[in-house]
């Protein structure tokens, strides 16, 4: 089986040529339908490379050889370095600033680039690569997510104490996957092996790592210990997202069905969505509803007709109502800065909702078995 371990390549190719060489050699084996789609998206994504993944690459905890990161080419950097929008250029200078005091020797080239994306043309296309991984699906999932009714979110959550974290993690995960009606719904639950980790962080609530992407001889699921991971629903909603029956049960179901001829660990809209649809379905939940009804509300970005500041300030004051200015802006420079990673969750999560919706699938498990014998990547457009 042809795959791509890489689950970050789409932003990251243009900052490696190699990484781009790899890619390319997994794409070019699939049948021309597939591989066309593909390119296509090679191309879009290595057309810009945006400031947060070369202060990234040039953290001292990540740094590189020089050499690597295509700075020889500097000339060619300027050009394709995205707009750096108004909002989060205090943080970004701040972080440039920094980089630049641990490796003197990059503060040159980074205060070119900054300046350089600072007064770049806002004209990068957020839909385009949206456009190609769902084709005619595009505008009916917009279409779909403005008719659905927008639920208000009950600000009040039952806390979890922390001593009795592991306790809850371990119960809500084995309920999940004793549920026979998930097992109709989602598909049978095998008996998954895998590590949790517990660390604590500001941001973020989970992260799931496939064996593939890792030197671990196991899978791992890393809880992120902050006050939003201590809101039961929060957490519970998370569980089902994380392992059963979203990532845990989809790269279990993936490594059982063997015949599918490759498969994209960066294929965000197809692994993402799957976990997000979990997230939303698993239970019937006030909650999960309100999640789902409201999740599209974050495709504005991908509309072209209006000024990508203007967009982004919207969405900040959104992020103030429920977070700190910190994570506000953390949230921002993501959807900023990684086109389309945010949106990649909901926009999977609602083809698989509306696809079932229309009677294509019975159920999620449907999804998967049509899967079995087909590239694993974000070819909704071919399906």
Request: proline letters at 3%; a neutral charge; hydrophobic letters at 35%.
């Amino acid at each position: 089986m042809s795959a791509i371990n890489l689950w970050n390549w789409r932003y990251e190719i243009s900052l490696y040529p190699e990484m781009k060489r790899q890619v390319e050699n997994e794409v070019y084996k699939l049948q021309p339908e597939y591989k066309n789609l593909y390119i296509n998206l090679i191309n879009y994504y290595y057309s810009f490379i945006s400031f947060d993944i070369i202060l990234n690459a040039l953290e001292p905890s990540t740094t590189k050889n020089f050499n690597e990161l295509g700075f020889d080419e500097l000339s060619i950097l300027r050009k394709k370095i995205k707009y750096i929008p108004t909002l989060i250029r205090k943080n970004q200078k701040r972080r440039m600033e920094y980089v630049c005091e641990i490796n003197p020797q990059f503060s040159e080239i980074l205060n070119d680039l900054f300046k350089q994306g600072c007064r770049q043309t806002k004209n990068l296309d957020y839909s385009y690569p949206f456009k190609i991984m769902f084709g005619k699906y595009f505008n009916e999932i917009l279409s779909y997510t403005q008719q659905l009714e927008k639920l208000q979110k009950n600000e009040k959550q039952e806390k979890i104490h922390s001593s009795k974290l592991m306790e809850f993690i371990n119960s809500t995960i084995k309920k999940a996957t004793n549920d026979l009606n998930l097992h109709k719904r989602f598909g049978e639950y095998s008996n998954l092996e895998y590590k949790i980790e517990i660390t604590e962080r500001n941001g973020g609530y989970a992260e799931w790592w496939a064996r593939e992407l890792s030197d671990e001889d196991k899978d791992k699921l890393v809880i992120i210990k902050n006050q939003n991971t201590l809101n039961k629903d929060d957490l519970e909603l998370t569980l089902y997202h994380e392992v059963y029956p979203g990532h845990g049960h989809f790269y279990d179901a993936a490594r059982r069905q063997r015949k599918h001829p490759f498969f994209d660990h960066g294929a965000l809209c197809l692994i993402e969505g799957w976990a997000t649809y979990c997230e939303w379905n698993t239970v019937n939940s006030d909650y999960a509803s309100y999640l789902r009804s409201n999740a599209g509300a974050y495709f504005k970005l991908l509309d072209r007709g209006k000024d990508i500041d203007e967009l982004l300030y919207e969405l900040f004051k959104k992020q103030l109502k429920h977070n700190t200015e910190k994570q506000a802006l953390y949230a921002i420079t993501y959807f900023s800065e990684y086109p389309g990673f945010n949106e990649s969750y909901f926009m999977g999560a609602y083809w698989l909702d509306y696809k079932i919706n229309i009677g294509d699938f019975s159920n999620p498990v449907d999804f998967l078995e049509f899967l079995s014998v087909k590239p694993w990547g974000d070819f909704f457009a071919l399906w």
